[in-house]
T-cell receptor, first 111, second 113 residues
Framework: TQLLEQSPQFLSIQEGENLTVYCNSS?????LQWYRQEPGEGPVLLVT?????EVKKLKRLTFQFGDARKDSSLHITAAQPGDTGLYLC???????????FGQGTILTVHP | EAGVTQFPSHSVIEKGQTVTLRCDPI?????LYWYRRVMGKEIKFLLH????????ESGMPNNRFLAERTGGTYSTLKVQPAELEDSGVYFC???????????FGPGTRLTVL
C-alpha cells in the first residue's frame, strides 16, 4: 500500500510569514499533485509535477518534486488570509489510475 | 467549460436505506473516478472507469456499493443498504485519456443515521 505522509497536519501563521508543507513517501511516484480544498468544495488542482527535481512556481507558491520522486514540498511566501485552506498532496502510481492522498495540511493565515 | 458536478450535495438517510449518488464528469473525459473521505481520514480511492468499463474497483469497500457508468457519460454510485460507517464525503473526479490530472467535483456529503 502506497502511503503519503504530510507534515505538518496543522499550521497557523500570521499574514506575511513564509511556510513550507511537506509530502513524503517510501514509494516512487510517476507524478504528484498538490490540491487546495476549501470547506464545502472539492479539491482544486494547483500543480502537477512529473520529473524528479522539478520546481514549479505559481505566484507566491513554489512546488518541488524530490530527485527520487518520493517526496515533494510546497512553499508559500508572504502568506495571505486567502491562502487559508486544506492542502492535499496526492500521487499516481505507474498508470493513469487511482491517486493516493496524504491526510492534508490545514493552513490558517491570520490577518 | 463546466466542471465536474455531483448530485445531491447532501444526503441524510437512515441505516438500511438506499442512496444513489450521481456524478457528471467534464465533457470528453474518458476517465471517471470515485473517492471517499470518512471523518478524520484521508481521501481514499473507490473505483475508476474508463468510458463505461470498470478499470479498477479495488477500493470498493464491499458489495453494498454498486457503481455504474452506462454509456460512458455520467456515473452513479449506489449504496444499498447503507450502514453508519458509510457516512462521509464522496468525491467524483474525471480526467482526459492518459492524463495525470484529475479534476474533482464538490462532493456529496452522506450522513447515515
Amino acid at each position: 500500500t502506497q502511503l503519503l505522509e504530510q507534515s505538518p497536519q496543522f499550521l497557523s501563521i500570521q499574514e506575511g510569514e513564509n511556510l513550507t508543507v511537506y509530502c513524503n513517501s517510501s514509494s516512487v511516484f510517476s507524478s504528484l499533485q498538490w490540491y487546495r480544498q476549501e470547506p464545502g468544495e472539492g479539491p482544486v488542482l494547483l500543480v502537477t509535477v512529473v520529473t524528479g527535481g522539478e520546481v514549479k512556481k505559481l505566484k507566491r507558491l513554489t512546488f518541488q518534486f524530490g530527485d527520487a520522486r518520493k517526496d515533494s514540498s510546497l512553499h508559500i511566501t508572504a502568506a495571505q488570509p486567502g491562502d487559508t485552506g486544506l492542502y492535499l498532496c496526492n500521487a499516481g502510481g505507474t498508470s493513469y489510475g487511482k491517486l493516493t492522498f496524504g491526510q492534508g495540511t490545514i493552513l490558517t493565515v491570520h490577518p | 467549460e463546466a466542471g465536474v458536478t455531483q448530485f445531491p450535495s447532501h444526503s441524510v438517510i437512515e441505516k438500511g436505506q438506499t442512496v444513489t449518488l450521481r456524478c457528471d464528469p467534464i465533457s470528453g473525459h474518458d476517465n471517471l473516478y470515485w473517492y471517499r473521505r470518512v471523518m478524520g481520514k484521508e481521501i481514499k480511492f473507490l473505483l475508476h472507469f474508463v468510458k463505461e468499463s470498470k478499470q479498477d474497483e479495488s477500493g470498493m469497500p464491499n458489495n453494498r456499493f454498486l457503481a455504474e457508468r452506462t454509456g460512458g457519460t455520467y456515473s452513479t454510485l449506489k449504496v444499498q443498504p447503507a450502514e453508519l460507517e458509510d457516512s462521509g464525503v464522496y468525491f467524483c473526479a474525471s480526467s482526459q485519456y492518459r492524463s495525470f490530472e484529475q479534476f474533482f467535483g464538490p462532493g456529496t456529503r452522506l450522513t447515515v443515521l
